[in-house]
C-alpha cells in the first residue's frame, strides 16, 4: 500500500519558518534595547505586517519567552559536528534538544504554558519547530535518502521524542528519574532511527 502523501509542502514549511525566525529576531532587538515587546512592535522591526505577524504570536508574552530562549541554541553545524553518519546526526540533534530542555527547563516550562493557552479568539498559535528544521537539515546533508512521506514521520517521531515535551511525557507523567532520562530517551531515539534506517 503507497504512502498517502502528508499536508504542508515543505517550501511552506521553510517560509513560515523564516518569517517566525524573522519576528523572533525583531523581538531580541527589542529585548535587547531594553524596550517593551509587542506583536506589532517586532513586526515592525523587520518588515512584516502586523496581520501577518499575529498569525504567528498573538501574546506579545510568548514571543518575549520564545525569543529569549532562541538566543541559547547552538547553530546546527555545532550540534552535528563529528557525525559522520545520518544515523548519528539525527540521534546528536534528538540528544541535544532533550539535553537543552533539561538546562533550561524552568524557561521552557513557562514558554509552553503559554504557548499552549488559546488567544482570545480560541486560537493556539504554531510552534516554531528548530528540532525539526534541525532533523530535516540532517536529511537533506545525506541527499534526502527516504520517500518524503517517510521522512515527515521520522521527523516527527524524532520530535515527539526529545524536546521539553518528551521531557515532561517522562518526568511528569512516567515518572523517570531526571538523571536517567537521556539514557531512556536514547532508547526511544534509537528504536525510532533503526526503524527508518535500518541497525547500525
Same mark, same amino acid.
Not at 525566525?21 to 513586526?43: D, M
Not at 553545524?77 to 544515523?87: D, I, K, Y
Given at each position: 500500500m503507497p504512502d498517502r502523501p502528508l499536508p504542508a509542502p515543505l517550501g511552506r514549511d521553510k517560509q513560515r519558518n523564516r518569517t517566525r525566525? =524573522?519576528?523572533? +529576531?525583531? =523581538?531580541?532587538?527589542?529585548?535587547?534595547?531594553? +524596550?517593551?515587546? %509587542?506583536?506589532?512592535?517586532?513586526?515592525a522591526r523587520v518588515g512584516i505586517s502586523r496581520a501577518t505577524a499575529y498569525r504567528y504570536f498573538s501574546d506579545p508574552q510568548t514571543l518575549a519567552i520564545e525569543a529569549g530562549l532562541d538566543l541559547r541554541v547552538t547553530p546546527y553545524?555545532?550540534?552535528?559536528?563529528?557525525?559522520? %553518519?545520518?544515523?548519528a546526526r539525527l540521534a546528536a540533534i534528538a540528544d541535544y534538544y532533550l539535553r537543552l530542555a533539561l538546562e533550561n527547563e524552568d524557561g521552557?516550562?513557562?514558554? !509552553?504554558?503559554?504557548a499552549a493557552a488559546p488567544d482570545a479568539?480560541?486560537? !493556539?498559535a504554531r510552534r516554531g519547530g528548530r528540532r525539526v528544521d534541525y532533523f530535516r537539515q540532517a536529511l =537533506? $546533508?545525506?541527499? $534526502?535518502?527516504?520517500?518524503?512521506?517517510?521522512?515527515?514521520?521520522l521527523v516527527a517521531q524524532l520530535s515527539a521524542a526529545t524536546g !521539553?515535551?518528551?521531557? !515532561?511525557?517522562?518526568? $511528569?507523567?512516567?515518572?523517570i528519574p531526571q538523571a536517567q532520562l537521556p539514557a531512556?530517551?536514547?532508547e526511544m531515539v534509537e528504536a525510532i532511527l533503526e526503524h527508518h534506517l535500518g541497525r547500525q
Open positions: 525566525q =524573522a519576528l523572533l +529576531e525583531g =523581538a531580541r532587538q527589542l529585548l535587547a534595547q531594553g +524596550e517593551p515587546v %509587542t506583536v506589532s512592535a517586532a513586526a553545524a555545532a550540534v552535528v559536528e563529528g557525525s559522520a %553518519t545520518l544515523h521552557f516550562r513557562q514558554f !509552553i504554558a503559554h479568539s480560541g486560537s !493556539i =537533506a $546533508d545525506f541527499g $534526502d535518502p527516504l520517500p518524503e512521506a517517510q521522512a515527515r514521520r !521539553i515535551e518528551a521531557l !515532561i511525557a517522562f518526568v $511528569d507523567v512516567a515518572r531512556v530517551a536514547a
